[in-house]
């Protein structure tokens, strides 16, 4: 087995942090492309969205059992054959253009993509220790916010000047640059390969489960992201459709939400010695009262609803949405370090669970059509937020908070 090489370290962390923005980039780079979808694809506005919704469950789904695998079989060779077959699954969805070969390849992006993500994780807490662990973990997070930054933005102009088409061809290079550089300069991590038993996993998971600090952070992070993923499958057809501009320009709005995310999160780091608890509750009653805000407008001012005042709103909001995501993630993934992959696997597995079940469901219940309806489901995702904390007691959190 090839090991990741001592002077090599500081290049499979470049690595590590390069590949960490590409579950970002199949969630969000394509999302201007769903009008262009909906038409090219004969297809309705819904089947569009359900192939963001089948990658998000299948990602969280199979998160919540990888993290054993990459635990008992290595990091190295899964995550090189996960990137092969992402690859070739893109290809794919461009050649067939089919609607129901697009679900299945979605699905299984969502599978290859989690064991991708577990596995570089992990290095992070397999090759660190003590408070360079906490930075690198805490750094995770603002990485991977990037891509909600760059993702439309560039889905946005490869729509307006190519077609939804090179979205998907943008995917396949990506993950084909990073297949070719992790062949050259990486290697395996794990420091002691985990016994694959079926009733010590169960326990495992049992055990993380059973921690209330961390079992509520999975919820809370599926409740905070569930407002991103909200907006990206709303947005395009009200910015495009309502509105009347073009993909560019809904790639300009996701930009402002995805900027706000990645800010909200860096201010997470600079605050990272603040009390845990306090940090959390504050972002929430600040971003409650922003949502009724939000509300307020929409219901007196609803004849000025236009998209600068509704992204005013949006990127307040994303912006403590991303503040409080870090904080909790940098938690939950430092909570079990014996166990780092099905730590990181059932983190953010189990918070995308959340975030496709909430995010489906409300965008079914509740037509979002103007700046009223956003903020009742922000208003909505914020309260939930806040009886998730409200039922967490500081003596709950663990000496591992930060």
């Known amino acids: 087995m090839k090991r990741l090489k001592k002077e090599n370290e500081w290049i499979g962390t470049i690595l590590a942090f390069m590949i960490i923005p590409i579950s970002g980039f199949a969630i969000d780079v394509y999302v201007p492309s769903f009008p262009q979808m909906v038409n090219d694809l004969h297809a309705t506005p819904s089947d569009i969205r359900l192939t963001l919704s089948i990658f998000l469950i299948s990602y969280g789904v199979s998160q919540l059992f990888v993290g054993s695998i990459v635990d008992s079989f290595g990091r190295y060779k899964i995550a090189l054959v996960s990137l092969l077959v992402f690859v070739l699954s893109n290809i794919a969805i461009v050649v067939t253009k089919n609607i129901e070969v697009i679900f299945v390849m979605r699905a299984l992006q969502g599978l290859v993509i ?61 993950g084909a640059v990073m297949l070719v550089l992790e062949l050259i300069y990486s290697g395996e991590t794990i420091a002691a390969y985990k016994p694959f038993h079926l009733k010590t996993i169960l326990n495992t998971y049992r055990e993380f489960l059973s921690a209330k600090d961390f079992s509520i952070g999975v919820l809370v992070l599926g409740l905070s992201y569930s407002m991103v993923i909200i907006f990206g499958m709303s947005a395009p057809f009200i910015i495009e459709h309502v509105f009347h501009y073009s993909p560019v320009i809904t790639g300009y709005a996701s930009l402002c939400s995805g900027v706000s995310l990645l800010t909200g999160g860096m201010l997470s780091r600079m605050l990272i010695d603040k009390p845990f608890h306090k940090k959390l509750k504050l972002g929430n009653l600040v971003q409650f009262g922003i949502a009724l805000l939000m509300f307020m407008f929409g219901v007196f001012y609803a004849g000025y609803f236009n998209i600068f005042s509704l992204l005013i709103f949006v990127v307040m909001l994303h912006f403590l949405a991303g503040f409080m995501y870090n904080i909790y993630l940098t938690y939950c993934f430092m909570r079990f370090p014996a166990y780092a992959g099905t730590a990181s696997g059932i983190t953010s597995g189990g918070s995308y669970v959340v975030v496709s079940i909430v995010s489906s469901a409300l965008v079914s219940l509740i037509n979002i059509h103007d700046q009223r309806s956003f903020a009742i489901i922000y208003i909505v995702l914020s309260v939930a937020i806040t009886v998730a904390l409200l039922s967490l007691k500081k003596e709950n959190i663990a000496k591992h908070a930060i």
């Open 114 to 174: 989690s064991l991708i993500m577990v596995a570089k994780r992990t290095l992070f807490i397999d090759i660190y220790t003590g408070d360079k662990r906490k930075k690198y973990t805490s750094l995770l997070s603002v990485v991977w916010s990037t891509a909600p930054v760059v993702a439309p933005f560039v889905g946005g102009y490869l729509q307006s000047f190519i077609g939804w088409e090179a979205n998907f061809y943008f995917l396949a290079l990506y």
